[in-house]
């Protein structure tokens, strides 16, 4: 019996590596689809040359520069390769940090057919960067291991420069009641940064450009579908939050609703509020199995809504078709 078991487990595991394997060379050589997203990457990783070792002028941090040049002009591999490469460690890592909870088979389906599409296959600095600042917080007791792992991914992508925070406060999130002060103050605290960098901009022109970026963007685009996602979200935090959770939920239910809170607080909802908000989504997908919650059958059902609307919203662009219909 225990050898069936082992043999099963030892099945398993190959099939999820092969399966990842087959997932990351679909991203890194842009099978799914090509976007501008890709055609700048690969651009990009073509003109490195020992004369331009950082390659063309692009918004790009210069952590991924280095590893792009180190990977052209020392490995000498091709863009798909290399893309690939970083989506494998992206999904092996996440993979990981999904089979430590229960019903994990389902967290990395919902996984794959919502997030995946756009941070392996577009936005795949994001995606490593994500991968490793939630290992850190996986791996906060080694506390010299999970700091690398936190700045390499801020560096990686300066949007999750606030995880540099929460590697700070992780002794202080232990307790739940100072968790719900940090989302009251998060919250009063994104108001106020969302004020000064809406009416005093000029006082912080001496940042980088790409660090506004992501504070500020087009705020004309508003889009209404992202309301239920929300609420559903929301509701969630309200759920959870009323629980006693282990001081590992607590840091990643506080990080899901910091993000939620941080994305809404961009007064009109545009893209780099659904950005963010996936920063945070991907905080919930760690939490919501909790076999200890105690609605966790209703917290679950919530949630298993949220990723059908995702489905709906992204893969099957179902506002585009509704308002074709409704024409």
Same mark, same amino acid.
């Given at each position: 019996?225990?050898?069936?078991?082992?043999?099963?487990?030892?099945?398993?595991?190959?099939?999820?590596?092969?399966?990842?394997?087959?997932?990351?060379?679909?991203?890194?050589?842009?099978?799914? $689809?090509?976007?501008?997203?890709?055609?700048?990457?690969?651009?990009?990783?073509?003109?490195?040359?020992?004369?331009?070792?950082?390659?063309?002028?692009? $918004? @790009?941090?210069?952590?991924?520069?280095?590893?792009?040049?180190?990977?052209?002009?020392?490995?000498?591999?091709?863009?798909?390769?290399?893309?690939?490469?970083?989506?494998?460690?992206?999904?092996?890592? /996440?993979?990981?940090?999904?089979?430590?909870?229960?019903?994990?088979? $389902?967290?990395?389906?919902?996984?794959?057919?919502?997030?995946?599409? @756009?941070?392996?296959? %577009?936005?795949?600095?994001?995606? %490593?960067?994500?991968?490793?600042?939630?290992?850190?917080?996986?791996?906060?007791?080694?506390?010299?291991?999970?700091?690398?792992?936190?700045?390499?991914?801020?560096?990686?992508?300066?949007?999750?420069?606030? @995880? +540099?925070?929460?590697?700070?406060?992780?002794?202080?999130?232990?307790?739940?009641? /100072?968790?719900?002060?940090?989302?009251?103050?998060?919250?009063?605290?994104?108001? +106020?940064?969302?004020?000064?960098? /809406?009416?005093?901009?000029?006082?912080?022109?001496?940042?980088?450009?790409?660090?506004?970026?992501?504070?500020?963007?087009?705020?004309? $685009? @508003?889009? +209404?579908?992202?309301?239920? /996602?929300?609420?559903?979200?929301?509701?969630?935090?309200?759920?959870?939050?009323?629980?006693?959770?282990?001081?590992?939920?607590? &840091? %990643?239910?506080?990080?899901?609703?910091?993000?939620?809170?941080?994305?809404?607080?961009?007064?009109?909802?545009?893209?780099?509020?659904?950005?963010?908000?996936?920063?945070?989504?991907?905080?919930?997908?760690?939490?919501?199995?909790?076999?200890?919650?105690?609605?966790?059958?209703?917290?679950?059902?919530?949630?298993?809504?949220?990723?059908?609307?995702? +489905?709906?919203?992204?893969?099957?662009?179902?506002? &585009?078709?509704?308002?074709?219909?409704?024409?």
């Amino acid at each position: 019996m225990f050898l069936v078991e082992s043999r099963r487990k030892i099945f398993f595991k190959y099939t999820e590596f092969i399966l990842i394997l087959i997932l990351s060379l679909l991203a890194g050589y842009n099978i799914i $689809y090509e976007t501008t997203d890709s055609v700048i990457y690969a651009s990009h990783y073509n003109s490195v040359s020992w004369d331009n070792y950082l390659g063309d002028e692009v $918004y @790009f941090e210069y952590l991924y520069k280095l590893l792009v040049s180190f990977s052209k002009l020392i490995l000498n591999i091709d863009y798909g390769l290399f893309a690939s490469l970083l989506a494998f460690v992206s999904l092996q890592i /996440k993979f990981y940090l999904f089979s430590k909870r229960p019903y994990s088979i $389902y967290l990395k389906i919902a996984y794959l057919i919502t997030l995946y599409p @756009f941070y392996e296959s %577009l936005r795949m600095r994001a995606g %490593l960067a994500i991968a490793l600042v939630y290992l850190a917080i996986e791996l906060r007791h080694r506390k010299v291991l999970s700091l690398l792992f936190v700045l390499f991914g801020a560096f990686l992508h300066n949007s999750l420069m606030p @995880f +540099i925070l929460f590697w700070i406060f992780y002794n202080y999130l232990k307790d739940i009641r /100072k968790v719900k002060s940090l989302i009251k103050l998060g919250l009063i605290f994104g108001i +106020i940064v969302l004020v000064l960098f /809406k009416y005093l901009d000029f006082i912080f022109g001496f940042l980088d450009f790409r660090v506004l970026a992501y504070i500020i963007e087009d705020q004309g $685009y @508003f889009n +209404i579908w992202i309301l239920p /996602k929300y609420f559903l979200l929301g509701w969630m935090s309200y759920l959870i939050l009323k629980e006693k959770l282990d001081s590992l939920n607590s &840091v %990643l239910i506080f990080i899901g609703t910091f993000f939620v809170i941080l994305s809404f607080s961009v007064i009109k909802i545009n893209m780099l509020s659904l950005s963010l908000l996936d920063l945070g989504v991907f905080a919930y997908f760690l939490v919501v199995t909790n076999s200890d919650l105690k609605n966790k059958t209703f917290i679950r059902f919530l949630f298993i809504v949220m990723i059908l609307m995702e +489905i709906s919203f992204k893969i099957f662009q179902l506002p &585009v078709l509704l308002l074709y219909l409704l024409k």
